[in-house]
Nanobody, 121 residues
Framework: QVQPVESGGGSVQAGGSLRLSCEAS?????AAWFRQAPGKEREGVAV???????TYADSVKGRFTISKHNAKNIVYLQIDSLKPEDTAMFYC??????????????????WGQGTQVTVSS
């Protein structure tokens, strides 16, 4: 089983915080978080590589923080100052290939089932 497994979603009020977790299996070079809001396309929000280099979508800079626990092969997404527009299904995606990590769906072939984040005003 090499598909990642997400957890940590939930229902929170605006202004709150959540930490999502992605438990990855197998070799991972790039690990990314994507989100898909109702009626919208899936978008990449953050990615981290095995040496800790991070990239964020402009729309989440300053509120989202991606990090990883190497020994446990877990990637986290800390989301602060949550807004109702953050309501979405959040997905973790991983890739073992050593290459520049991108926030593009097509760059990943290992996807988790997602964890729902719902933010109320």
């Amino acid at each position: 089983q090499v598909q990642p497994v997400e957890s940590g979603g939930g229902s929170v009020q605006a202004g709150g915080s959540l930490r999502l977790s992605c438990e990855a299996s197998g070799l991972v070079y790039c690990a990314a978080w994507f989100r898909q809001a109702p009626g919208k396309e899936r978008e990449g929000v953050a990615v981290i590589n095995t040496v800790g280099e991070k990239t964020y979508a402009d729309s989440v800079k300053g509120r989202f923080t991606i990090s990883k626990h190497n020994a446990k092969n877990i990637v986290y997404l800390q989301i602060d100052s949550l807004k109702p527009e953050d309501t979405a299904m959040f997905y973790c995606a991983t890739d073992p290939r050593v290459r520049p990590c991108q926030l593009l769906q097509g760059a990943y072939n290992r996807w988790g089932q997602g964890t729902q984040v719902t933010v109320s005003s």
